[in-house]
């Protein structure tokens, strides 16, 4: 089932860059910057293929990706900052999200917000859903733009360029990805069980 839903989204892909040349690379990297999990491990490494027979640049190809990331980027913190907070307040008690946490998450980002949107550019999964609690956090708008622009271009170069160097096997690639993905998700999964638990032992405190 996965397996068929992955080969969907890849043939997605395919369509929507062979049809829109660099303006299709931006669409699909703004819709996988979007909280939309459209892989960046199939876009990018077939988009420098492509570049590979000279029908892009590679340059070029890392460049529509980041700006790509960028405009799917701010309409996902432009919903957490407008709306994200107010759903928050109202529902966030059903998930164990407190008002203390919100509090603590804002002066996080505050202090630390620039390096972690910049780390998070460089990390599968994670890269993907950043930008909503940025927003939610209310990080300033133009440190969020520049630190993600900046955080997603080498990620989309070094992608691109793997595609260019492996040309008709660029799907290779997404076995290795794979792994990448698995091992976060193990982590992210570790975490949630530690915010359970964390806030299943302070209400039993209370």
């Not at 996965?2 to 890849?10: E, F, M, P, Y």
């Not at 998450?105 to 917000?113: E, H, I, L, N, P």
């Not at 076995?175 to 982590?187: N, P, Q």
Request: net charge positive.
């Amino acid at each position: 089932m996965i397996g068929k839903l992955l080969a969907a989204l890849a043939a997605l892909i395919i369509w929507i860059i062979s049809t829109g040349g660099y303006a299709g690379i931006v669409i699909a990297m703004a819709i996988e910057s979007a909280c939309i999990p459209l892989p960046s491990e199939v876009i990018m490494p077939f988009s420098g293929y492509l570049a590979s027979i000279g029908r892009f640049s590679l340059w070029g190809t890392a460049l529509a990706g980041a700006i790509g990331n960028v405009a799917g980027s701010t309409v996902a913190y432009l919903v957490g900052r407008y709306g994200g907070r107010e759903i928050v307040w109202k529902y966030g008690r059903y998930v164990l999200i407190s008002h203390r946490d919100v509090a603590t998450a804002d002066r996080w980002f505050s202090r630390y917000g620039q390096r972690v949107v910049f780390g998070s550019r460089l990390l599968p999964v994670i890269r993907t859903f950043i930008s909503l609690p940025a927003g939610i956090a209310k990080m300033r708008f133009i440190p969020f733009v520049v630190y993600t622009f900046l955080g997603s271009l080498p990620w989309c170069y070094a992608l691109a360029y793997v595609g260019y160097r492996l040309g008709e096997r660029w799907d290779t690639i997404g076995v290795y990805f794979h792994r990448f993905d698995t091992a976060i998700g193990s982590l992210l999964l570790l975490a949630a069980g530690w915010w359970v638990w964390r806030h299943w032992r302070h209400l039993r405190e209370a």
